[in-house]
C-alpha cells in the first residue's frame, strides 16, 4: 500500500466534514429543503469575497465563470487589457479571442507580477479600454499579482472593469473585492474552498451590472443576469451541483469559525515556512517576487529534471503535487498549502522533497530544509 497525499494547486485535499456532508441524501434543488441551504452558502460566500454584491454560484469548472466574465459583459470589439503572465493570463487572452474582443496583451515576464504603473500607461494610451483582465495568483509560476495597487488604478477609470481571477488565491489572500474595486472576482471549489471540482463563484459589481446591460454576445448557460434573478429567491437557473452546494456551506461555516483572519495568517505562514523548507536545502523558489500564499513553485536543481521530480513524489511517496507548465516544464515543480491545509502538510512535502533529491541522485544533507521549516511552523 502507498499512502496518498494530495498537495496540488487544485484539486485539494476535501476535510472529513465537508465529505460527510456532501454524502447526505440528495435534496431536489426546487423544494423548499433546497432554499436554506444554498441561502446559507451565499451569504457566507459573500463574507469570504468581503463584497455585498451577489456572489454567484455556477455549476461549472473556474473556467466556466471565466468565460461568462466575458460574453456576459462585452461586445465583439470592445478593447480589453489582459495582463499576460503565465498559462492562466494566457486562457484570459484566449477567452478573450475567441468571443472576438480586441485583446490587447500586457506581457510580464514569467515569474514576476505586473506593476500596477505598467497597467496605468496602458489605460492612459487607450483610454477605450473597456476591462482589464489578471489572476490574483498566477499559478503557473506562483506569483501574485498586486490586486490592491491595480484597483487603486482601475477604479479611476468609471469605464473599466477591473476582472480578477483568484480561483488559486480565494482563501490564500486577503482580497477586498469592495474595497480594492474588483468588479468581477473567479473563484473555484477545488482550491481553497476545499471542495471537489464542479462549482465556480463570481461576485458581480454594481458597475458591471451596467455594463452587462449593453452586451452583444450571446450566452445561454451562463445567462447571469437571470442567474442574478434566480438567486435572490435561492434559486439556480437550471440543475446545480446540489451535493457540492452542501458542502460549500460547510466548508464555509468550517472557514468562519476560524475566522478570516487566521485563514489567511494560516496560509501566509504555511507559505513562509515551504519557501524556508525549500532554500533550507539549497533549491530556490520561481518567483522573483510575490509569491503567492497559496503553492510555492520550486526550481528543480542543476542537473536534475523537474518532472523526475514530480514523478518519484508521486510513485515513490504518494505525493501528488505538480509539475511545470508549458515552457516550465521540467524546470520546475509546485506544492500547495491550500485550503484543508496545515503545518504537517508543509513538512511532509519538505522531507518528501529531501528524499526525493537523494533518490535523484542530489546532495542534500537531510533535514536541513525541514530545520528551516520546523523554525517557521514554531514561530509566529
Ligand atoms: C485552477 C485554475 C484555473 C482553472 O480552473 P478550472 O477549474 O480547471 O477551470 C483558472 N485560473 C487559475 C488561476 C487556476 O489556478
Do not use: C
Not at 29 to 54: C, G, M
Amino acid at each position: 500500500m502507498l499512502k496518498r497525499y494530495l498537495l496540488a494547486p487544485g484539486p485539494t485535499p476535501v476535510p472529513p466534514e465537508v465529505l460527510l456532508r456532501m454524502a447526505r441524501p440528495i435534496i431536489h434543488h426546487r423544494s423548499p429543503d433546497f432554499i436554506p441551504v444554498f441561502e446559507s452558502a451565499r451569504t457566507k460566500l459573500q463574507w469570504l469575497y468581503q463584497t455585498k454584491n451577489d456572489v454567484l454560484i455556477l455549476t461549472s469548472s473556474g473556467t466556466g465563470a471565466m468565460t461568462a466574465s466575458v460574453d456576459n459583459f462585452f461586445s465583439p470589439g470592445d478593447k480589453v487589457l489582459v495582463v499576460n503572465g503565465g498559462k492562466f493570463g494566457e486562457r484570459w487572452m484566449k477567452i478573450g479571442q475567441a468571443y472576438g474582443l480586441e485583446v490587447i496583451e500586457l506581457k510580464v515576464e514569467w515569474g514576476y507580477a505586473v506593476k500596477p504603473a505598467d497597467v496605468e500607461k496602458a489605460l492612459a494610451k487607450h483610454p477605450d479600454i473597456k476591462a482589464v483582465f489578471v489572476q490574483a495568483t498566477e499559478t503557473s509560476t506562483g506569483v501574485y499579482h498586486d490586486i490592491e495597487g491595480l484597483g487603486k488604478i482601475i477604479s479611476k477609470h468609471p469605464d473599466t472593469l477591473f476582472i480578477v481571477d483568484a480561483i488559486s488565491a480565494l482563501v490564500a489572500h486577503d482580497i477586498k473585492t469592495d474595497e480594492w474595486g474588483v468588479d468581477l472576482m473567479v473563484g473555484g471549489s477545488q482550491k481553497g474552498l476545499m471542495l471537489p471540482p464542479g462549482l465556480a463563484f463570481l461576485s458581480v459589481s454594481e458597475k458591471a451590472w451596467k455594463k452587462a446591460e449593453t452586451s452583444k454576445l450571446p450566452h445561454f448557460y451562463f445567462n447571469l443576469k437571470k442567474e442574478r434573478e434566480g438567486l435572490h429567491k435561492n434559486q439556480t437557473n437550471f440543475t446545480p451541483a446540489v451535493s457540492l452546494i452542501e458542502g460549500l456551506d460547510e466548508a464555509l461555516t468550517m472557514l468562519q469559525k476560524e475566522g478570516l483572519e487566521n485563514v489567511f495568517a494560516r496560509h501566509e505562514k504555511l507559505a513562509r515556512a515551504m519557501r524556508a523548507g525549500v532554500l533550507g536545502m539549497g533549491l530556490h523558489i520561481f518567483p522573483k517576487e510575490n509569491a503567492s500564499n497559496a503553492l510555492t513553485a520550486v526550481k528543480a536543481p542543476e542537473g536534475v529534471d523537474g518532472q523526475a521530480i514530480y514523478k518519484t513524489l508521486r510513485e515513490k511517496f504518494g505525493i501528488t503535487a505538480a509539475g511545470g507548465q508549458d515552457k516550465l516544464k521540467g524546470k520546475v515543480f509546485r506544492v500547495a498549502h491550500l485550503g484543508y491545509a496545515g503545518v504537517f502538510d508543509v513538512i511532509t512535502a519538505v522531507a518528501a522533497i529531501e528524499m526525493t533529491l537523494k533518490e535523484l541522485g542530489h546532495t542534500v544533507k537531510f533535514g536541513s530544509g525541514l530545520a528551516a521549516a520546523e523554525e517557521v511552523l514554531a514561530g509566529k
